[in-house]
Structures are given as C-alpha cells and as structure tokens.
C-alpha cells in the first residue's frame, strides 16, 4: 500500500477503506509516513470531511496506536467528561469533584491549552506543588481511595492523536468535525471508560462556531461512542462569551473555590450542575430530578469543596481553601468600553488570544506558562455599560500591554437595542 495513493484519493473525494486509515495511522506512529504526507492527508480530510464509517475506523486505530489504560481494578462505573475546547472553560475542576463526593470514581486524562483555549493541567499546575504526572499504580489508588484523579495524557497513551494534533496546530486543520471527533474520542476509549459525558462548545470562543456544526460533531461523537459501547451523551454549550468570569490559570482555580463554595457566577455554575447530572446519570445514581438536586446540595454542604481539597493534596498540591496562596500578577489595569449601549457580541477567541499573549497559554510548543497572569470579565452579553464602564480587567506582567488592551475593547460589540442573555445550554444529544 501507498500512502500517496491515499492521500491522491482523499483529495479527490472519495471514500477511503478501512486498511487504507489503519495502514497510515500505524505508518505515522512508527515514522514510515512523514508530516508532510500527513500534512497532505490531514488538509484533504479537512476540505473534502470523512463519514461516520471513516470517522470511526479513524477513532479505532488512533486508539490503538498505543497503550490502553485498564481502569478494570477499580469498581464501579468509570464516568469520563470532555470538552472540545473553550475559553474560561475550569468545569473539570468542579465537575468532577462533584462526582467523586457521590462515591463514583473519576479517573480523569486532561489536556494542556491548545490554540486560544485553555487545558486543565495548565490550570492546576498554577497549584504549587501539584503533580499532573501520576505513574499508573499511583493513579489507580488516587481513584480507588478518594473517587478522583486527574492526569495529563503521559506515557504511550493515543501517541497517534498526540503527532497528528501537533501538525494540526501548525497547518490549519483543527476546525474539523471527524479529525476532532477522533482526536476526543480516541483518548476517551484508550482512557479506560465505560460512559463519557461530552461538553461540546458551539460559538466565537470554540472550534465549531456555528449549531449546525456543534450538532454535526456531537452526533459523530456520540455514535462513535455508542458503536463502540460507551454510554455516551453530548450537551452542545454556549462559547459566545467566556465562561464564568476569569481566564488565565490561577484566577479560574481562584474561581473554581468560588464555584464550589455556591458563590461562583450563573453561567458557570449551572454548566456544572448539569455536566455533572449527567454523569451521575450514566453511572446509575437516579432520575435526573432527583440527582440534579442531590448535585446542588453537595455544592451547598460543602462536600464538593472537600472533595476538590483532598484531590489537591493527594497530587501534591498546596492550596488554602480562599486560594490566597496562588500567585495573580500585581499589575491590574482595567479596560474601558468607549461605547455606550448593550453588549451584543463578544469575540470570545480574540479574549482566549489576548490571555496566551500576556503569557497566560503558548504561542510555541516550547514556551512556559506564566500563571500568575489572566482577566476578569465584568460585562457580557446583555449587559448595559456606558463609555466609562470597565468591561474588563487584566492582570498582567508585561511592560507593554497595547495590543492586550486593544485585542479587548475590539472583541467587544454593541447594540442599542435591548439584548437578550442567552442560555448556556442549546441540546442534548443522546
Ligand atoms: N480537544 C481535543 O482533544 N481534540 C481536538 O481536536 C479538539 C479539542
């Protein structure tokens, strides 16, 4: 087989075989097929799409190109959660403690941020001392002793996923329903779990800005996960503004604290609320009813808070409970909105860029984190502000802050006409 011959009858439309898909994916991982020709491969995927049989048989090998984790020593249902990527986006770190404090395990793979978005090993790696790296025995008895542990994709885990991300990086080839569909869903089943609760952002902040193209992707996903016996559900959110209020790594663990103590903003808290319902749902705790207000009692007594806290001290991490340990940059200047009227539009991707920029993400795969740098949104969508009102502020380490300021107040968009909030949640795909 050759993989020219692949890639010519991909650009040309055509449907590939699954010998064909497996033949490369394995190809790739051992170094036989070259970035270019994968390169070639990706762009053709990208502009002429795959079917649902494609997509699959694409998740499959990616899967399978390395080690796949044996979650079989720990009991229970093993409940996973992914998102596809947003700005603001801390609902791991709330979500899943929720969970863990209902006696289901959470063993948790994460990611680092990616493009204008933001990862959850980034974010909790602003915790001194907390360790993202778990060997697999420590994992395992992190799960098995307090229902939750959260690791960065280590090791041989989905290698196939992790080479062709870094070329989907560099040659404009993230936005696409079945290279997405596989990168997710292969690091799902090779993560070991038995039913997956998928969180797939629709808007300015995420990969797929419009519903047509969330719905698109989170029917793929749902039917790879369904095929391959995952109990799998999607809730396609709203990334038309940042979610909660924060962005940048230690301000949205500052704001994780918040959340979990009831105090954290609407937008956010419902998100959680409802990811974690449905987890618990796929783990069998209930009717949806009854769990939602199960859900919203563990935030209210506490025991989420304690859940999140003992998580953090098990890898490592010291944390005090307000998070006045966690360092934020001193250096605060806030942003005015030079307009007056209703804020009728917020290019979220331009807020997550405005973050990496300060250093809060990487603009090289190479580059380090600085986590003490972020923003707070003060206004979104709906909100009236005047030309003296603050829409935002950053906390910032740089000498020269122009372009941040600027990348802002441009993001912004406003109306004189009232502006309706709109809901966080626009489906649920089962
Ligand atoms: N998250 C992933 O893991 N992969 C993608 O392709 C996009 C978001």
Do not use: W
Not at 48 to 67: F, N, V
Not at 99 to 127: C, N
Not at 297 to 313: P, Q, R, S, T
């Amino acid at each position: 087989m050759r993989i020219y011959d692949t890639i010519a009858k991909k650009r040309d439309g055509l449907t590939l075989t699954d010998e064909e898909i497996e033949f490369f994916v394995e190809e790739f991982v051992k170094g036989n097929v070259t970035d270019y020709q994968a390169s070639a491969l990706l762009m053709a995927i990208y502009i002429r799409g795959m079917d649902i049989k494609e997509t699959s048989c694409l998740t499959k090998a990616m899967a399978h190109s390395g080690d796949m984790v044996d979650l079989s020593k720990i009991n229970g249902i093993k409940v996973d959660k992914h998102s596809t990527g947003g700005v603001g986006d801390k609902t791991t770190l709330i979500v899943a403690p929720i969970v863990a404090s209902f006696g289901v395990p959470v063993a948790k793979m994460s990611g680092r941020g990616l493009g204008h978005s933001g990862g959850t090993i980034d974010k909790l790696e602003s915790i001194p001392g907390f360790r993202t790296a778990l060997s697999e025995e420590e994992f395992i008895n992190n799960v098995n002793s307090i229902n939750f542990a959260l690791a960065g994709q280590t090791g041989n885990l989905v290698p196939a996923d992790k080479k062709l991300y870094a070329l989907r990086d560099v040659t404009a080839t993230v936005e696409s329903v079945p290279l997405i569909a596989s990168s997710v869903m292969s690091k799902k089943i090779a993560g070991g779990a038995d039913a997956i609760v998928l969180d797939v952002k629709c808007g300015s902040g995420a990969f797929m800005k419009t519903l047509g193209d969330a719905t698109t992707l989170a029917k793929a996903m749902v039917q790879i996960g369904t095929e391959l016996n995952r109990k799998t559900v999607a809730l396609i959110t709203n990334m038309n503004e940042p979610l909660g209020e924060y962005v940048g790594n230690s301000v949205e663990i500052k704001e994780v604290l918040t959340t979990l103590k009831g105090n954290g903003p609407e937008d956010l808290t419902t998100l959680c609320v409802e990811l974690a319902t449905h987890m618990l749902i796929l783990a069998g705790k209930g009717s949806e009813e009854e769990i939602r207000e199960k859900v919203k009692e563990k935030i209210k007594n506490g025991e989420a808070l304690d859940k999140f806290m003992e998580f953090v001290k098990a890898q490592g991490g010291t944390l005090d409970i307000d998070g006045t340990n966690l360092k934020v940059a001193s250096n605060t200047i806030k942003i005015k909105a030079g307009h007056k009227g209703y804020v009728k539009a917020i290019d979220t991707e331009a807020i997550g860029i405005a973050t990496v920029l300060m250093g809060g993400g990487r603009l090289k795969k190479e580059d380090t984190i600085d986590y003490s740098v972020g923003l707070k949104i003060n206004k979104k969508i709906g909100d009236y502000v005047d030309e003296d009102t603050d829409i935002a502020e950053i906390y910032t380490n740089k000498e020269d802050n122009e372009e941040i300021i600027n990348k802002i107040q441009t993001a912004y968009n406003y109306s004189d006409e009232l502006v309706k909030k709109s809901d966080i949640i626009y489906n649920i795909i089962k």
